[in-house]
């Protein structure tokens, strides 16, 4: 009776008894990373599908601390069809609310919560930047419960893009007509990067057609379009190389009906998402002078070159909205996960 009687204290000390953690000292930002992008952690948690109906007594409630970026969005998830969702930027509701979501740039010295963390409440850590460009923060470990970003291993991921299977085959590709060959559209220029490296070597072999502010010439979002849409190939560059690290610099030629050449994780990453024969690698190459050979080869034999388009007969691109769309999934995830849990390890899981 009396063994009984205590393992009945333990659990329920255990189940509830949760701490509570007081206001967290960050130190100030490093201006950049230079640190490597190795992933430490190889399972991939999917996000939970919108489809799945939730019981529960009262709406998930869910803070988001600042706005990422400044960037406002509607504070419902009716157009990600979830229910039971209550998104708030009211930092009164902090000890009622379920989720905190804290976005990377935005963690200072004195921004953090100062009230006690209720033993229920989680905190997540919303990063859509790479290592490189993320300010390296001492005091990250053992302060989040969840993670949320592009990394295909994070615990809520929010991708930069996605492809989504046709409900049937087109029955013909139409693609715009292409009057250059190779483009490239580029704002940040720092001679460091590996990008910047690689086209130097490139543009001794091949005409590339160039824009954005680091040559002189800014473009908007409609021009954007038009320029690449013209283009037979588009420089997917990334301004990092790390794991994971998959912006929208291909998934927007992709739709464009443009062959994005890309410069970023090794091949097998990016096929995890979009299809091998979708696009070309550099690593596919031994120097920059082979891949315009190909290039040249596949700007001469068109069927060839269409190949590289037929993904388009099954897939379409879908492009993700990273603030409403990471608030949603949150409570999303928050309805379905309601165990505690702590992630221990943030600052060598993703700088290490």
């Known amino acids: 009776m009396c063994l009984t009687m205590l393992c009945l204290y333990l659990f329920f000390y255990v189940t509830y008894n949760k701490p509570s953690y007081k206001g967290v000292t960050l130190w100030s930002y490093q201006e950049k990373a230079n640190h490597s ?27 988001i601390w600042m706005w990422p970026f400044g960037q406002r969005h509607p504070l419902n998830c009716n157009s990600y069809n979830i229910t039971g969702c209550t998104l708030t930027i009211d930092k009164s509701l902090y000890e009622k609310a379920d989720g905190v979501i804290f976005h990377h740039r935005d963690i200072h010295p004195g921004t953090m919560p100062t009230e006690p963390r209720p033993w229920f409440q989680k905190w997540i850590w919303f990063n859509m930047e790479s290592p490189v460009y993320s300010g390296v923060l001492p005091s990250l470990d053992n302060v989040f419960n969840l993670t949320m970003s592009y990394r295909l291993d994070s615990t809520i991921l929010i991708p930069y893009g996605t492809l989504e299977l046709l409900q049937s085959k087109r029955e013909s590709l139409e693609l715009p007509a292409k009057n250059k060959l190779l483009c490239w ?168």
Do not use: M
């Open 37 to 63: 992008c190795q992933c430490t952690q190889d399972k991939v948690q999917q996000p939970p599908p919108a489809e799945i109906q939730v019981e529960s007594k009262e709406d998930v409630i869910v803070l």
């Open 185 to 352: 559209i580029v704002s940040h220029w720092e001679q460091r990067l590996e990008r910047v490296r690689y086209f130097q070597e490139l543009k001794k072999y091949i005409n590339v057609s160039l824009y954005g502010n680091a040559f002189g010439n800014a473009v908007g979002d409609d021009e954007y379009k038009d320029i690449v849409s013209s283009c037979k190939f588009y420089l997917a560059f990334e301004n990092s190389v790390c794991k994971d690290y998959i912006s929208e610099k291909l998934f927007l030629p992709l739709e464009l009906g443009t062959v994005p050449v890309v410069l970023g994780p090794p091949r097998k990453n990016y096929e995890r998402v979009v299809p091998p024969d979708s696009f070309i690698h550099v690593d596919d190459f031994s120097s920059p002078k082979q891949l315009v050979e190909r290039l040249l080869y596949l700007d001469q034999n068109n069927e060839e070159y269409l190949k590289l388009l037929e993904w388009k007969n099954w897939f379409k691109v879908i492009h993700h909205k990273f603030g409403h769309e990471a608030a949603c999934k949150t409570c999303r995830y928050l309805q379905i996960n309601r165990g505690y849990q702590v992630f221990h390890n943030l600052n060598k899981w993703y700088w290490d």
